[in-house]
C-alpha cells in the first residue's frame, strides 16, 4: 500500500509540476508578445518617445526622436537626459525632473538642441515611473515637434499685428475727415475770417489733444506768413 500511495503521489507531482512548467512557458510567451508590441508601438509612433532611469539617463530613444534630434539612439542611452536640450532649456528641465521625482506628471514646453545645431521647439509630456514598492525609478515621456503650430501662431500673432495697424490708421484718418467735416460747417455758418480762424484752432486743439495750435495764412503777392489765430 505504501507502495502504491507514492507512486499515485509522485503521478500528481509530476502532472502538477508539468502543468506548471506550461504555465510559466505561456507566461513568458505572453509577456514576449507584449514586450514586441510595445516595441513596434513605440518605434511607428509619430512622437518621440523616451524612458529615462533614476538617474536620468536615458533607456529608451526611440526613431522618431532620432529625426527630430539627428542624435543616433546608440549614441544617447545611457546618456544623461540634459543632451537632447537647448542651454536655456536646462533650468526648467530640472524642475520637471524634480516634479516626476515627486511622483508629479506635467505637459511642458523645452527646445531640441538638434545635432546640426537648429532648435526644435517641443512639447514634452512627462510620467513618473515607479516600482511595486513606490520607489522611484525613472520617467517616460512623449515628445511632440511643435514648429508648425509656433510657424503659425507667429503668423496670426503678426497678421494680427497688421490689422491692428491698419484699424488705427483708418480710425485717425475718419478722425480727421470729421474734423475737416466739423469745420467745413463752422466756416459756412459764419462769414467773418478771424471768427474762422479762431473755431479751426479750436476745434484741432479739441480733436487731437494739441496744448498749442496756431492758425498762419500765407501771402503769396507780398510773400508774407501771418499768424491769425491760436
Known sequence: ???????????????????FTRKQQQQSQLIKTYEARFKTLVETMNEGFTVIDNRENFVIFNKRLEEMSGHLREDMVGKHISRLYTTDSQQQLQTQLIKRQ?????????HIQHKDGTVIPARISAAPLRDEQGNHTGSFAIITDIRDQVENETILRQRSDEISR????????SDHFATIN?????????LEPNEIFRRI?????????????SFYVVDDEENQVTMQAR
Open 1 to 19: 500500500l505504501d507502495e502504491i500511495f507514492l507512486r499515485i503521489l509522485q503521478y500528481y507531482n509530476e502532472r502538477d509540476y508539468r502543468a
Open 182 to 190: 466739423r469745420v467745413a460747417q463752422m466756416a459756412l455758418s459764419t
Open 102 to 110: 515627486r511622483g508629479e506628471s506635467s505637459s511642458y514646453h523645452l
Open 201 to 213: 484752432v479750436h476745434e484741432v486743439q479739441e480733436s487731437f489733444g494739441y496744448q498749442h495750435v
Open 166 to 173: 491698419l484699424l488705427e490708421i483708418e480710425k485717425k484718418r
